[in-house]
């Protein structure tokens, strides 16, 4: 029932790249390896409300912090911002 719930919010987001973003666009749950589009399809389904922060969180075992240094990153940096070897170049 809660999967109902979020995902009646909204049916899609824009993404990173401007196209629509859907649940079944997200990455997989058990992703590993974060690249920086999979990171920013994230952020974009979190601040469009089509993930809340919790369910981010919970579903790809991300602490806040994690999301939100990738958030604070986007903001500040652009998507160039969530390159990890770009990582020290941006840390203030």
């Given at each position: 029932?809660?999967?109902?719930?979020?995902?009646?919010?909204?049916?899609?987001?824009?993404?990173?790249?401007?196209?629509?973003?859907?649940?079944?666009?997200?990455p997989?749950?058990?992703?590993?390896?974060?690249?920086?589009?999979?990171?920013?399809?994230?952020?974009?389904?979190?601040?469009?409300?089509?993930?809340?922060?919790?369910?981010a969180?919970?579903?790809?075992?991300?602490?806040?912090?994690?999301?939100?240094?990738?958030?604070?990153?986007?903001?500040?940096?652009?998507?160039?911002?969530?390159?990890?070897?770009?990582?020290?170049?941006?840390?203030?």
């Open positions: 029932m809660a999967d109902q719930q979020y995902r009646a919010r909204v049916k899609y987001v824009m993404g990173p790249d401007g196209s629509p973003l859907t649940i079944a666009d997200l997989a749950a058990d992703t590993k390896r974060w690249v920086i589009r999979r990171k920013a399809e994230v952020v974009a389904a979190v601040r469009g409300g089509l993930l809340s922060l919790d369910e969180c919970e579903r790809y075992k991300l602490t806040v912090d994690e999301f939100l240094s990738w958030q604070r990153s986007i903001d500040q940096h652009g998507l160039a911002g969530l390159r990890a070897t770009r990582l020290q170049d941006y840390r203030d």
